[in-house]
């Protein structure tokens, strides 16, 4: 390819490090797909005739054909595309060499990357919906379900079950806003940028993003050229999924543990061990947990090679693509295991009732003194100075006897004696996003919504 300027070809060593046909192999499709459209615009510009342009889409279809059926798996070329032109020049011989005019690899593999984003961002939102789909499912059964909800890892409040899993479907909807965000940046055309000074040949751009379908064209080619602005963000968004997927993960291993006994993960998401012949291990969480933290590191690799680059392109840039390939193949190898264990996971209600505490009416105690005309902050106080009078005596809030809860405050015996139950601190909390019933089947109407088109048909009845 850029043999003429050197009296000897390149190293053993240097090959080996230069070399990427192995990772970017996988742009082939989208090789032959802007290569189509770069011959296109070469028969436009006046470059190509007819003839020869017919010559070369046939060629270029035989190539993709052999590519796709794994010919020239273990070829030796630099990348995927000398791999490409060397196969066309099998199929169409010496024209094959009319194809490079005017186009550089920068802005070839710019391209190709892009439009590989593109066909990528489609498969990945549709398992990001079904995983939604799957904890809405799983929500709406659950509906009746009360449980303590957490924060420090400390039970807080009573909330439902269905609560619970809506609070990890929404980020999966922000992750899907996210991404499509990122995909109006991805859909911006390098091609006509040449190496980095724009084309030669007067080709029409507008032509190759219509073809291509691209939202615009690149406004500078040594910017575009150099730009993997859209990697780091795509790595960025799949970070943040992985870390969703990270989080919802921890909170079922803990729920699926003998201690807490919330969930069951069926037997098809669950994993033996080696020794142990009782244990049910919740591998697919704590991989998913594992995915997030390499994910991680993806962004961090790419964003630290991009932070030392000048503009226009540099071969830096050439690891990219094993970032964004590692990245992709993490979410879309978890999202359908988190999925599975998702829907097949079996809520065991007793075991959450059991576990609920009279402790976590305190805040339902400091708000009845409120309306008895108490100020909330001192409200605030005498509650807890209830709990520990309560935890002191080893009773509950409602067996503490009166003339305790009296000392405490006059109006205690008669607070603790219309004390409600779960269900009615749950449903005190009727505000918009609350775990009240109204506000849960808000969000569950909602996120139906969100998630449409990804519903087993037996959840649609």
């Given at each position: 390819?850029?043999?003429?300027?050197?009296?000897?070809?390149?190293?053993?060593?240097?090959?080996?490090?230069?070399?990427?046909?192995?990772?970017?192999?996988?742009?082939?499709?989208?090789?032959?797909?802007?290569?189509?459209?770069?011959?296109?615009?070469?028969?436009?510009?006046?470059?190509?005739?007819?003839?020869?342009?017919?010559?070369?889409?046939?060629?270029?279809?035989?190539?993709?054909?052999?590519?796709?059926?794994?010919?020239?798996a273990?070829?030796?070329?630099?990348?995927?595309?000398?791999?490409?032109?060397?196969?066309?020049?099998?199929?169409?011989?010496?024209?094959?060499?009319?194809?490079?005019?005017?186009?550089?690899?920068?802005?070839?593999?710019?391209?190709?990357?892009?439009?590989?984003?593109?066909d990528?961002?489609?498969?990945?939102?549709?398992?990001?919906?079904?995983?939604?789909?799957?904890?809405?499912?799983?929500?709406?059964?659950?509906i009746?379900?009360?449980?303590?909800?957490?924060?420090?890892?400390?039970?807080?409040?009573?909330?439902?079950?269905?609560?619970?899993?809506?609070?990890?479907?929404?980020?999966?909807?922000?992750?899907?806003?996210?991404?499509?965000d990122?995909?109006?940046?991805?859909?911006?055309?390098?091609?006509?940028?040449?190496?980095?000074?724009?084309?030669?040949?007067?080709?029409?751009?507008?032509?190759?993003?219509?073809?291509?379908?691209?939202?615009?064209?690149?406004?500078?080619?040594?910017?575009?050229?150099?730009?993997?602005?859209?990697?780091?963000?795509?790595?960025?968004?799949?970070?943040?999924?992985?870390?969703?997927?990270?989080?919802?993960?921890?909170?079922?291993v803990?729920?699926?543990?003998?201690?807490?006994?919330?969930?069951?993960?069926?037997?098809?998401?669950?994993?033996?061990?080696?020794?142990?012949?009782?244990?049910?291990?919740?591998?697919?969480?704590?991989?998913?947990?594992?995915?997030?933290?390499?994910?991680?590191?993806?962004?961090?690799?790419?964003?630290?090679?991009?932070?030392?680059?000048?503009?226009?392109?540099?071969?830096?840039?050439?690891?990219?693509k094993?970032?964004?390939?590692?990245?992709?193949?993490?979410?879309?190898?978890?999202?359908?295991?988190?999925?599975?264990?998702?829907?097949?996971?079996?809520?065991?209600?007793?075991?959450?009732?059991?576990?609920?505490?009279e402790?976590?009416?305190?805040?339902?105690?400091?708000?009845?003194?409120?309306?008895?005309?108490?100020?909330?902050?001192?409200?605030?106080?005498?509650?807890?100075?209830?709990v520990?009078?309560?935890?002191?005596?080893?009773?509950?809030?409602?067996?503490?006897?009166?003339?305790r809860?009296?000392?405490?405050?006059?109006?205690?015996?008669?607070?603790?004696?219309?004390?409600?139950?779960?269900?009615?601190?749950?449903?005190?909390?009727?505000?918009?996003?609350?775990?009240?019933?109204?506000?849960?089947?808000?969000?569950?109407?909602?996120?139906?919504?969100?998630?449409?088109?990804q519903?087993?048909?037996?959840?649609?009845?």
């Amino acid at each position: 390819m850029w043999g003429g300027r050197f009296a000897t070809p390149p190293s053993e060593a240097l090959a080996a490090l230069n070399n990427s046909l192995s990772v970017d192999r996988r742009l082939w499709a989208q090789d032959v797909r802007a290569s189509k459209a770069w011959v296109t615009a070469l028969q436009d510009a006046g470059v190509l005739d007819s003839e020869e342009a017919g010559l070369l889409h046939g060629g270029l279809d035989r190539v993709g054909d052999r590519l796709s059926g794994g010919a020239e798996a273990e070829a030796a070329d630099e990348d995927i595309h000398t791999l490409v032109e060397r196969l066309l020049y099998q199929e169409v011989g010496d024209l094959a060499g009319k194809l490079h005019t005017g186009r550089s690899r920068n802005d070839q593999v710019a391209t190709d990357l892009r439009l590989w984003c593109l066909d990528a961002l489609g498969p990945l939102d549709e398992q990001i919906a079904a995983l939604g789909a799957a904890l809405v499912v799983q929500a709406r059964a659950g509906i009746d379900m009360l449980l303590p909800g957490y924060t420090h890892g400390q039970q807080a409040q009573p909330v439902r079950w269905a609560y619970v899993l809506l609070a990890h479907a929404w980020p999966l909807v922000r992750d899907r806003d996210r991404l499509a965000d990122v995909r109006r940046r991805v859909a911006e055309l390098p091609l006509g940028s040449g190496a980095l000074a724009g084309s030669s040949v007067a080709v029409d751009r507008d032509l190759l993003r219509d073809i291509l379908g691209f939202r615009t064209v690149s406004a500078n080619a040594l910017d575009a050229t150099g730009d993997r602005d859209f990697v780091a963000e795509l790595l960025f968004a799949l970070t943040l999924l992985a870390t969703h997927l990270s989080r919802l993960g921890t909170e079922l291993v803990t729920y699926s543990s003998t201690e807490y006994g919330f969930v069951r993960l069926s037997d098809a998401f669950s994993t033996g061990s080696s020794l142990l012949p009782q244990k049910r291990n919740p591998d697919v969480f704590e991989l998913a947990r594992a995915k997030a933290a390499r994910t991680l590191g993806d962004l961090v690799a790419m964003v630290g090679m991009l932070r030392a680059l000048p503009a226009g392109y540099s071969k830096d840039l050439q690891e990219d693509k094993s970032l964004l390939f590692d990245a992709m193949d993490a979410a879309l190898v978890t999202l359908p295991a988190v999925r599975g264990a998702v829907e097949t996971m079996q809520p065991i209600p007793d075991r959450m009732q059991s576990v609920l505490r009279e402790t976590l009416l305190a805040t339902d105690v400091a708000d009845e003194l409120v309306g008895e005309g108490v100020p909330f902050r001192e409200a605030h106080g005498l509650a807890g100075r209830l709990v520990r009078e309560a935890e002191d005596l080893g009773v509950s809030l409602r067996e503490l006897p009166a003339e305790r809860a009296r000392k405490i405050h006059e109006v205690l015996p008669d607070v603790l004696g219309r004390l409600g139950s779960f269900e009615d601190s749950v449903e005190r909390r009727r505000t918009s996003g609350g775990t009240s019933r109204a506000s849960v089947e808000a969000q569950l109407g909602v996120l139906e919504q969100a998630f449409a088109g990804q519903f087993p048909p037996e959840a649609a009845t």
